[in-house]
């Protein structure tokens, strides 16, 4: 099952001019579908809008969103629904044109399929020797720009591995080259600032928020490699995987019994409970 949407037309195609491919210039939101709605739809609307913005790139309005993402999943109970926003076809040279026409593009893809073992016991996971680059203007958003991912997830072959942790240049733990990380010391859930790099993901937003209203204290804080090895337990988070609990970490192993899995379960549950379409 593959499908598109560009600027409202099926069609798989786009112009060699597009600055989304000559340069990155543009922004993506990766959404979970199941019985044919969307999950954590106005998280990731309001991480599009406010990616847009900082990159001075319009934003489609949500009902067009809206209305085309129903069109393009129409009769498809579960798949993954990406929303790809680009600057739009320019000319040569890196500064923007005043009357560019940005891109927009939906497309419908397969869930990915993970064993569900690693939602259960969990994940073994390793450090990645690419860094992450420090751009204040670009942290947190969801741009284009994934080259350094590229470079860490072509570090490891082995399937049984199923993520990386990268860090920034100062070796500060930032997160998985595609999610984010959280660990659980002393009662508190700690989870990486994004002062200068990573992404600002919606599933992590969802965490913080239902883990504050469960009464566990909660911080985004610096976090260091010694930080991981103190930790009583780590895990993963996006919104496609959920939660996956670590149960390795490089070469040590972590009981997974010590992190909150009840409280994990139901944050996934409603994570992945279908939105209205109209939610936003």
Same mark, same amino acid.
């Given at each position: 099952? $593959?499908?598109?949407?560009?600027?409202?037309?099926?069609?798989?195609?786009?112009?060699?001019?597009?600055?989304?491919?000559?340069?990155?210039?543009?922004?993506?939101?990766?959404?979970?579908?199941?019985?044919?709605?969307? %999950? *954590?739809?106005?998280?990731?609307?309001?991480?599009?809008?406010?990616? &847009?913005?900082?990159?001075?790139?319009?934003?489609?309005? /949500?009902?067009?969103?809206?209305?085309?993402?129903?069109?393009? =999943?129409?009769?498809?109970?579960?798949?993954?629904?990406?929303?790809?926003?680009?600057?739009?076809?320019?000319?040569?040279?890196?500064?923007?044109?005043?009357?560019?026409?940005? #891109?927009? =593009?939906?497309? %419908?893809?397969?869930?990915?399929?993970?064993?569900?073992?690693?939602?259960?016991?969990?994940? &073994?996971? #390793?450090?990645?020797?690419?860094?992450?680059?420090?751009?204040?203007?670009?942290?947190?958003?969801?741009?284009?720009?994934? *080259?350094?991912?590229?470079?860490?997830?072509?570090?490891? !072959?082995?399937?049984? =591995? $199923?993520?990386? =942790?990268?860090?920034?240049?100062?070796?500060?733990?930032?997160?998985?080259?595609? !999610?984010?990380?959280?660990? *659980?010391?002393?009662?508190?859930?700690?989870?990486?600032?994004?002062?200068?790099?990573?992404?600002?993901? #919606?599933?992590? /937003?969802?965490?913080?928020?239902?883990?504050? $209203?469960?009464?566990?204290?909660?911080?985004?804080?610096?976090?260091? /490699?010694?930080?991981?090895? &103190?930790?009583?337990?780590?895990?993963? @988070?996006?919104?496609?995987?959920?939660?996956?609990?670590?149960?390795?970490?490089?070469? @040590?192993?972590?009981?997974?019994?010590?992190?909150?899995?009840?409280?994990?379960?139901?944050?996934?549950?409603? $994570?992945? #409970?279908?939105?209205?379409?109209?939610?936003?």
């Amino acid at each position: 099952m $593959a499908a598109a949407l560009v600027n409202g037309r099926s069609t798989d195609r786009v112009s060699i001019a597009d600055r989304g491919l000559a340069y990155g210039d543009g922004l993506f939101e990766t959404v979970a579908v199941r019985a044919g709605r969307p %999950c *954590l739809w106005r998280e990731h609307l309001e991480r599009l809008e406010l990616g &847009a913005k900082r990159l001075g790139i319009p934003c489609p309005p /949500r009902e067009l969103l809206r209305e085309e993402g129903e069109r393009l =999943i129409a009769g498809t109970l579960q798949c993954v629904l990406k929303i790809l926003l680009t600057r739009g076809p320019g000319g040569r040279g890196y500064r923007p044109q005043s009357d560019a026409r940005p #891109t927009r =593009i939906l497309s %419908c893809s397969e869930a990915p399929e993970h064993p569900l073992a690693w939602r259960r016991r969990g994940v &073994a996971v #390793t450090f990645c020797a690419t860094p992450l680059g420090e751009n204040p203007s670009l942290a947190g958003v969801k741009h284009l720009n994934r *080259l350094e991912q590229v470079l860490a997830r072509s570090e490891w !072959s082995d399937p049984d =591995i $199923a993520e990386g =942790i990268m860090c920034d240049v100062r070796r500060r733990v930032v997160g998985g080259t595609m !999610s984010n990380l959280f660990l *659980l010391a002393r009662g508190c859930l700690t989870t990486p600032r994004l002062d200068y790099c990573g992404i600002a993901g #919606t599933m992590r /937003r969802r965490v913080l928020e239902s883990a504050a $209203a469960a009464g566990l204290e909660t911080r985004e804080a610096f976090v260091t /490699r010694r930080d991981l090895a &103190a930790a009583d337990g780590l895990f993963l @988070t996006n919104a496609l995987i959920g939660i996956w609990p670590v149960r390795r970490l490089g070469s @040590t192993e972590l009981d997974v019994g010590r992190l909150p899995m009840e409280l994990m379960d139901r944050w996934c549950e409603a $994570a992945f #409970t279908p939105d209205d379409w109209r939610v936003a």
